[in-house]
């Protein structure tokens, strides 16, 4: 099989799995990856398409989130996929290292992609975690782990290992002051950075909006107070 097929063929065993996923991690949102991550390969000559492609198809397929904290059922789901299709091997070690490496694992861990096509499936990963559709996403989570908008009684916390992070249960609030501000620092290429400028602006204005609305709820909503 070659390259394309072996593409498209993912492409539609991904789409069959995760179309009517609820947690913020469906089919569109590996579909918007894989199209930016792809976008991003065509500006990036040294990278090979194909390993930036499977990648970001295959980046969500078993997520320790979701897999009682197993950080290689990724990696294993994706060998097990790409060798019925007799992937060659050198791809599929390429994509499992993209996998194995991409989370965010706690603002004080780092997370270095050790190639070049796991940085652009990294980055359109994370820029779609940002923005409207960030925001979107992340209550999306928050929802379906049962977790709260908002406790301003418990404050975001600096996670240093990932054990840590994956035991959080913070309310969804945190989660934008433990990750996803922090974003827009951790890409690696200029045009992905180029792009997170706005829809960080974005989400540093949702929570100023949310949080002025959440404080004046103690008092009533300021607008209401003036008309009187
Ligand atoms: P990563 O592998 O870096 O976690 P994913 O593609 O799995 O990236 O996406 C994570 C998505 O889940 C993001 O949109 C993020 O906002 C959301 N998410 C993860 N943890 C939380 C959390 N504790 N609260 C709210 N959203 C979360
Ligand atoms: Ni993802």
Sequence with gaps: MNNSEIIAKTAAFIRGKFLNEGSGHDWEHIRRV???????????????????????????VADWKFHGGDEEAGPRAARQWLASLQAEEA????????????SFKGLGVPTPMSTLEGELVQDADRLDAIGAIGVARAFTYGGHKGRPLHDPAVPPVSHD?????????????????????HLRERLHTPAARAVAEERHAFMEQFLAQFLREWESADVGPAAIQASE
């Design 34 to 60: 894989w199209q930016t991550a792809a976008t991003l390969a065509q500006h990036t000559p040294a990278a090979q398409v194909e390993v930036v492609e499977l990648g970001a198809l295959l980046h969500d």
């Design 91 to 102: 791809t599929i070690q390429q994509v499992e290292a993209i996998i194995r490496e991409i």
């Design 161 to 181: 290992s990932f054990e840590s992070y994956k035991k959080n249960t913070a309310p969804t609030i945190n989660h934008f002051y433990e990750k996803l501000l």
